[in-house]
């Protein structure tokens, strides 16, 4: 997500010695490691404010058209974050409201109101599993329901948590723990729904982003001040950090290769750094363009590529051994207007959010655009594909989330 104003945020698992996962009994999920001791320490009023809102956006520019199989606005102010239930059928969004909504992708419906947040909520996802959903916002409230699919009850409250200010959060992709990075830099661990906890104590500096390895013991960290640190998940260590001068700016993404041999981290001065996985070498530190936001491994093992995108509209995707562009996307001038905010790899194809609301697809292969999604008419925030209904949910600064169909490519193509 985009640096914001103040008050407005913008392979198989290793894990015998570390987790047992089951996905009935809460009570046979072992979590990661010791504790160390640590202790616990009305609608059509809404629809009026859309109405309002919209006019707000509005700048007498046409907008685009709705390509959007559906357009969710019962949020009023920008919409930070989303996430779609692994079945496809149900969608969480989150935004600067202080409101959190999960939502039926089909009619849009509004299941259930997150309640109690007093501030922008900036992280909303459903666990691996589908079973429990987190809302997390700015102030440090963290909130975790028990989903409901079964009939129209409010989702109870399974776990609710205070901490310091929050810049991010995530799931572990396979176990039932959530990890939440905080302003004043400490990474904080917890067991669903015991609440457990664990601290990675940090350097007093904010962290900006995260991202699980693979093999689901590490998580790397990048911070404001340029470092870089890989966590080991049981022991609470520091196994290795990008060496100093690596990155003299903030970092503003991480991303890992999905065969756990690799990292790349990126920062906003556009440095980008390469290191193994196995012991923290640098491999290469590139120099690409400034304001860098975005970067992702591509999950086809037959492409060696990782994707660069940044603020300014630059789209390049870099053959991973050679260390070199192969291919810089965004060739016309209406593309290189169009800063990348979000990324993500769809089998081959590279889509990306941009500033001017749009959602673009890139061929992996060829470099050439294959296809524009819009409907937005203001930056994309957020974006989630689920592969079960083939959709896209993205949001946006203009205040609302909508669903996509995803275009199917030809394999022959």
Not at 13 to 23: K, L
Request: charge should be negative.
């Amino acid at each position: 997500m985009r640096q914001r104003q103040e008050n407005t945020p913008p392979s198989s698992i290793h894990g015998d010695d570390i987790m047992a996962m089951d996905g009935d009994n809460d009570e046979e999920l072992i979590y990661l490691g010791e504790l160390d001791d640590i202790q616990f320490d009305d609608d059509e009023m809404v629809d009026e404010m859309v109405d309002d809102q919209e006019e707000e956006y509005d700048t007498g520019m046409e907008r685009p058209e709705d390509q959007s199989q559906l357009a969710f606005n019962k949020h009023t102010g920008s919409v930070f974050c989303c996430d779609l239930h692994p079945n496809g059928k149900i969608a969480v969004t989150g935004g600067e409201d202080d409101k959190a909504y999960v939502w039926s992708v089909e009619t849009g419906q509004v299941i259930m109101d997150c309640v109690s947040h007093k501030d922008s909520v900036i992280f909303v996802g459903f666990s691996f599993d589908g079973v429990y959903l987190a809302t997390i916002d700015m102030c440090g409230l963290i909130k975790v329901w028990k989903c409901n699919l079964e009939n129209q009850e409010p989702w109870s409250v399974a776990f609710e948590y205070e901490a310091d200010d929050l810049s991010w959060g995530l799931w572990h992709f396979g176990a039932r723990v959530l990890i939440c990075g905080a302003v004043a830099g400490d990474i904080y661990i917890f067991k669903i729904p015991s609440g457990d906890i664990k601290v990675l104590q940090g350097h007093n500096i904010r962290t900006d982003c995260a991202k699980i390895f693979p093999d689901g013991v590490r998580l790397a960290a990048g911070y404001e001040d340029g470092a870089v640190k890989i966590w080991d998940l049981k022991t609470n260590a520091v196994l290795h950090q990008v060496p100093n001068g690596m990155h003299d700016t903030r970092v503003t993404a991480i991303d890992i290769h999905p065969e756990n041999n690799l990292m790349a981290s990126i920062s906003t001065d556009g440095k980008v750094v390469l290191t193994t996985s196995v012991n923290g070498k640098v491999v290469a530190q590139l120099e690409a363009e400034n304001d860098l936001e975005a970067v992702a491994f591509c999950p086809d093992a037959q492409l060696e590529y990782f994707a660069l995108g940044t603020l300014n509209g630059s789209i390049t995707i870099w053959d991973t051994a050679r260390q070199m562009i192969r291919h810089s996307c965004a060739k016309s001038e209406e593309d290189v207007s169009a800063g990348v905010t979000k990324m993500t790899w769809i089998k081959d194809q590279l889509l990306t959010g941009c500033l001017d609301g749009s959602l673009r697809v890139y061929d992996g292969r060829s470099g050439e655009r294959s296809t524009m999604l819009t409907g937005h008419w203001s930056e994309i925030l957020d974006l989630v594909y689920n592969a079960k209904e083939n959709i896209v949910l993205s949001t946006s600064d203009d205040g609302t989330a909508r669903i996509f169909k995803y275009p199917v490519q030809n394999d022959n193509d």
